[in-house]
């Protein structure tokens, strides 16, 4: 599969800009896959026994990794029903049978706007350098976007995420890690 970033961000004229404000969101790994308007699909370096997908749903993520039919998946979307949550630091020993730990951080942000098109600068140029990444930019507004960029090198893959909304001018970041255990040479 392309490791290759795309060079220019998919712009999805007719998608919604679903979430409304970063106080919606909730930021978990408990949620089942969910309807994606972009996937960028690869296998992280040293485990071609291993699946990736950088999903981008809305101004929302998720970044599913699966190995032997078993996914774990991190997710920030709205989601009904449930209390908004951005942790600033979270850490999981053993989150999937396939890693040996995990941890993430969410910060937010307040620009004016030439802030926010300076870090959407930032998440443009990260994602074009990043060996997997996705970035979409939806109609209406050139700083809406959101963007989902990874890393590895054989043992821990890194992501990081940006969600954009010049409504409120603020930015959503998460740095994620997962350390993948070695794969059984079946």
């Known amino acids: 599969m392309s490791t290759a970033a795309p060079a220019e961000p998919v712009l999805l004229s007719g998608a919604p800009f679903l979430d409304t404000s970063p106080d919606d969101l909730v930021f978990g790994t408990d949620a089942p896959r969910l309807p994606a308007l972009a996937v960028h699909r690869a296998r992280p370096a040293g485990h071609p026994g291993t ?19 078993t996914p774990w998946i991190e997710t920030l979307a709205c989601r009904p029903g449930r209390r908004p949550h951005l942790p600033g630091r979270h850490r999981a020993p053993a989150p999937a ?53 990874a890393d590895d090198d054989g043992g821990t893959l890194r992501w990081r995420t940006w969600h954009v909304y010049p409504q409120c001018g603020r930015v959503v970041r998460t740095r994620s890690a997962l350390r993948l255990l070695p794969e059984d040479p079946a």
């Open 51 to 69: 699946a990736l997908e950088l999903r981008v749903l809305g101004a929302s993520h998720q970044l599913v990794l699966e190995r032997a039919g």
């Open 97 to 149: 049978p396939f890693a040996r730990d995990y941890e993430a951080a969410c910060t937010v942000t307040a620009h004016d706007r030439g802030g926010l098109a300076a870090a959407v600068e930032d998440l443009l140029a990260d994602c074009a350098a990043a060996p997997h990444g996705l970035v979409v930019r939806f109609a209406g507004d050139p700083l809406a976007l959101t963007g989902v960029c």
